[in-house]
């Protein structure tokens, strides 16, 4: 069954780069990549849809032209967009069900948003179905970096193409761009097939334009653009070194998880257990450590958890496997073996408030210089 992936764009920087990050992992999982759109305004109240306004109108032309950049640089990848009503985090959320895998922009959330809980990729990475990734943006690449997109910027005369079937239930039927399509990008001798994920730079040359007419909007095909006025560019090869959060049997759904990628792009997974030597309950009184020499209570830690880790070992014995005990808690362990990693992979246990990630999501999440993905955990 061909997987499929979910990205949320809402027209931001970080959110360009997640959906090129999440092109470049379905190109290389031959998986099918959904770009959804969310506008809190779009709804029954108003039968004409954002075609009244240009500038809501130029906003959907930008979901389809970041669908454009995606099949410029995957041009074999079957691309679809989406646009619903109602909350964003909600919307990503109840969509989240039917994907495989969801794939957010974040800028790491400062300590005032970490309180008010008002970051979207936050309160959808607590909620959702299904594991979600979460990407920073780059810095800026050098120009002679970036990927090439020739050929003339769509006008009003020559629009972007739409699609054409309505998003389910929250969308009305007469909106002419809450639309959904698919369109695979046609082979061609000079086509250049993608075959990893992340991409180390930002996304392709933006082109952002004035959406299609009110005609234009309710027939045709988003389709990849002509082969000669585009170069198709792959990013770089699939990550090489992952590292995933465990603390027991309980982050076996994660260690799966990343196994599963490592195997698939060729890389290693390190397993990290981040401890203390003197944990908070050590200033119970008549408490005693139970062995005071590090380095001989970190290789029994390691020889346990190699050993509960096994069975997930087995199922992919390619992958090379490291287990590691690192010192500084939870989650300072775990972040000094992420310098180096190209992905991040945690357990999301359930937490007591319900809809917020507990203290070692929030850490990785804000200080991982890598893409971090949550995976749900009974």
Do not use: K
Not at 7 to 22: L, Q
Not at 314 to 339: D, I, N, Y
């Amino acid at each position: 069954m061909t997987q499929q992936i979910l990205t949320g764009y809402d027209g931001s920087p970080r959110s360009r780069n997640a959906v090129h990050w999440a092109g470049a992992e379905a190109a290389r999982h031959g998986a099918e990549l959904t770009v959804l759109r969310v506008w809190p305004w779009l709804g029954p109240s108003e039968p004409d849809g954002p075609t009244t306004d240009p500038v809501r109108r130029a906003e959907h032309g930008d979901l389809e032209a970041v669908a454009r950049e995606v099949l410029a640089a995957h041009p074999d990848l079957t691309v679809a967009t989406q646009a619903a009503a109602g909350d964003t985090a909600d919307a990503l959320v109840d969509a989240s069900a039917e994907y495989d895998l969801l794939v957010l922009g974040s800028d790491g959330p400062g300590a005032l948003a970490d309180l008010l809980g008002g970051s979207v990729a936050l309160s959808v990475a607590a909620r959702a179905s299904c594991p979600v990734a979460l990407v920073r943006e780059q810095p800026d690449a050098p120009e002679d970096e970036l990927p090439l997109i020739q050929g003339e910027l769509p006008t009003p005369e020559n629009p972007l193409p739409t699609a054409t079937n309505p998003f389910p239930a929250t969308v009305p039927e007469d909106e002419p761009f809450a639309t959904s399509a698919t369109a695979t990008a046609p082979t061609t001798p000079s086509a250049t097939t993608a075959v990893a994920t992340a991409p180390t730079t930002p996304s392709a040359t933006t082109a952002v334009a004035p959406g299609p007419s009110p005609a234009a909007a309710l027939e045709g095909e988003l389709s990849a653009p002509d082969p000669h006025s585009v170069t198709a560019v792959a990013p770089s090869p699939g990550p090489a070194e992952i590292v995933v959060g465990v603390a027991g049997e309980s982050s076996l759904p994660a260690v799966e998880f990343a196994l599963a990628e490592a195997a698939r792009s060729g890389g290693r997974v390190r397993a990290v257990h981040g401890w203390e030597l003197m944990p908070f309950w050590s200033a119970t009184p008549g408490w005693l450590p139970p062995d005071t020499d590090a380095d001989d209570q970190a290789s029994r830690i390691e020889a346990d958890l190699t050993r509960t880790l096994a069975p997930a070992h087995a199922a992919h014995p390619e992958v090379e496997l490291l287990v590691e005990a690192r010192l500084g808690g939870a989650a300072g362990g775990l972040l000094s073996a992420t310098e180096h990693a190209d992905l991040v992979v945690l357990g999301r246990h359930p937490h007591l408030l319900g809809h917020s990630l507990g203290p070692v999501a929030h850490a990785t999440i804000r200080n991982s210089p890598a893409p971090v993905i949550l995976v749900p955990q009974p």
